[in-house]
């Protein structure tokens, strides 16, 4: 089974209204966490790290204001696309390793983005 | 600044065919991990190797197969007697530290018809 968990797989949402999607690590503890982006066709490409308990660490190019993450705690970290736009539909995808690293790297199942 | 290139787009071959998916990285690190990752159509990615930069030793798991060579800075994946299970998008990815930061290569379509 799964060990990251993403919630919604799927979610469509009306522009201007925000949506939240949920990484969750289900059998351990990851004090860090990445999200990837994935536009039709195109690689994946890296949004935030997401640490637990402080500021997620942007790439370049990724607005903050509009993408927020929150990593709350060390099981959790969500990312909420705030006034969505059509140009905001894509395929989320998170990823986690436990507490210490060790190189084994979890990745969810994704969440599609439609935005209407 | 890393970088992953997985120069062909699309591969198309007829099932029983064998096919080499090629990977060319940069990094200055000299610890890193390349890693390979299916992804069907459902979009999740499934992984298939994890490698090491000190661990030049090649791999093969059933009919897949992995050839590192850190002279080229190669890293290609070859699937033996391909099948119409093994369509999907595969990327070459890097990571220089223990976290799953990953830098992926665009992606090669792998198209296998019967």
Not at chain 1, 9 to 31: H, M, N, P, Y
Request: net charge negative; aromatic share 14%.
């Amino acid at each position: 089974g799964a060990v990251v968990s993403q919630h919604p797989s799927w979610v469509i949402c009306k522009s201007g209204t925000s949506v939240k999607i949920e990484c969750r690590s289900l059998d351990f503890q990851a004090t860090t966490m990445f999200w990837y982006r994935q536009f039709p066709k195109q690689s994946l490409m890296l949004m935030a790290t997401s640490n637990e308990g402080s500021k997620a660490t942007y790439e370049q190019g990724v607005e903050k204001d509009k993408f927020l993450i929150n990593h709350a705690s060390l099981t959790l970290s969500t990312l909420t696309v705030t006034s969505a736009h059509p140009e905001d539909s894509s395929f989320y995808i998170c990823s986690a390793s436990p507490r210490g690293g060790g190189n084994t790297i979890y990745f969810g199942e994704g969440s599609w983005l439609t935005v209407v | 600044a890393q970088k992953v290139t997985q120069a062909q787009t699309e591969i198309s071959v007829v099932e029983k065919e064998d096919v080499t998916l090629d990977c060319v990285y940069e990094t200055r690190d000299t610890t890193y991990y390349l890693f390979w990752y299916k992804q069907p159509p459902s979009g999740e990615l499934v992984f298939l190797i994890r490698r090491n930069s000190f661990d030049e030793q090649n791999e093969i798991s059933g009919r897949y197969s992995w050839n590192f060579q850190k002279s080229t800075s190669s890293f290609n994946f070859t699937i033996t007697a391909s099948q119409v299970v093994d369509s999907a998008v595969y990327f070459c990815a890097l990571s220089t530290d223990s976290w799953g930061k990953f830098q992926f290569g665009a992606g090669t379509q792998v198209v296998v018809t019967p």
